[in-house]
T-cell receptor, first 114, second 113 residues
């Protein structure tokens, strides 16, 4: 039972354009969502998070949108840069004592072409 | 560099053996988490410790155990190893037990042959 799904295994965009990575979840108990970036042979690097009380959070070039009714979140990267090329994971947590029990999606490989 | 240190980085061992993976959390972080990344299962939560006590448990096998010591470092013990235990094991840490960013280490590659 995959509670967090990233349906696009890969995404290719041109440098300077917007990258939009999508994530769907099924567990209505999830109330905290995170995006991580991962390079091969390295650990996931935290990018941005959002609590269920918000519908948008921005940090520089990264914006996360949360649609609770649709159980959907997305990460927007504007403008995309070649250094953004990596695997992006969304993760969700139910909060409380389950806060650290992150459930990860399968990841989306982002390739940004110069 | 996340500040979370894991050793060893790579480990090759035979089936039936026992190994210990070590993790030093970021300075000041009280929570330590262990995750397993395998090709077929993706990133899966194993267990969390907070200030020395077990706080949450995931799909951790009975052959696996963990602990967090008074100096807050943590060890993950894997015993009676099987080929399917080959994976990348990540340690992560956060300041508290909720509401704080979770930072991951670079992982320990375990290959069981």
């Amino acid at each position: 039972d995959q509670q967090v799904k990233q349906n696009s295994p890969s995404l290719s965009v041109q440098e300077g354009r917007i990258s939009i990575l999508n994530c769907d979840y099924t567990n209505s108990m999830f109330d905290y969502f995170l995006w991580y970036k991962k390079y091969p042979a390295e650990g996931p690097t935290f990018l941005i998070s959002i609590s269920s009380i918000k519908d948008k959070n921005e940090d520089g070039r990264f914006t996360v949108f949360l649609n609770k009714s649709a159980k959907h979140l997305s990460l927007h990267i504007v403008p995309s840069q070649p250094g953004d090329s990596a695997v992006y994971f969304c993760a969700a947590s139910a909060g409380g004592t389950s806060y650290g029990k992150l459930t990860f999606g399968q990841g989306t490989i982002l390739t940004v072409h110069p | 560099d996340s500040g979370v240190t894991q050793t060893p980085k790579h480990l090759i061992t035979a089936t039936g053996q026992r190994v210990t993976l070590r993790c030093s959390p970021r300075s000041g972080d009280l929570s330590v988490y262990w995750y397993q990344q395998s090709l077929d299962q993706g990133l899966q939560f194993l267990i969390q410790y907070y200030n020395g006590e077990e706080r949450a448990k995931g799909n951790i096998l009975e052959r696996f155990s963990a602990q967090q010591f008074p100096d807050l470092h943590s060890e993950l013990n894997l015993s009676s190893l099987e080929l399917g235990d080959s994976a990348l094991y990540f340690c992560a840490s956060s300041l508290g037990s909720s509401g704080n960013t979770i930072y991951f280490g670079e992982g320990s590659w375990l290959t069981v042959v």
